[in-house]
Nanobody, 123 residues
Framework: QVQLVESGGGLVQAGGSLRLSCAPS????????MGWFRQAPGKEREFVAA???????YYADSVKGRFGISRDNYKNTMYLQMNSLKPEDTAVYYC?????????????????WGQGTQVTVSS
């Protein structure tokens, strides 16, 4: 069983930056592809970014050019660098892992989820 723990959320002004981290407990994650999703109040959970085992990346159009996903297998940690934040980026952000070498933008493809971390962007 993989338990994922997110950190790094908080309150930031529009135009600011935050970096989220996700670390699995109990085992290493180098065999997993990873992703970030978010859910705003009253909305469906949506894909943000994903990274494969080979470090190939994939982004939602809404964050492309502003967010960067990366992973450090030695530190057993995945990151989401969020720049030029907008109020519409406000949501609970979840990291997820899938036991597959390829990334995916579909939440149903992921096997494990973190508890989420709140990101609030004020205007």
């Amino acid at each position: 069983q993989v338990q994922l723990v997110e950190s790094g959320g908080g309150l930031v002004q529009a135009g600011g930056s935050l970096r989220l981290s996700c670390a699995p407990s109990g085992r290493t994650f180098d065999s997993y592809s990873m992703g970030w999703f978010r859910q705003a109040p009253g909305k469906e959970r949506e894909f943000v970014a994903a990274i494969s085992r080979s470090h190939r990346t994939y982004y939602a159009d809404s964050v492309k050019g502003r967010f960067g996903i990366s992973r450090d297998n030695y530190k057993n940690t995945m990151y989401l660098q969020m720049n030029s934040l907008k109020p519409e980026d406000t949501a609970v952000y979840y990291c997820a892992a899938r036991d597959n070498q390829y990334y995916s933008g579909s939440s149903s493809d992921y096997d494990y989820w973190g508890q989420g971390t709140q990101v609030t962007v004020s205007s």
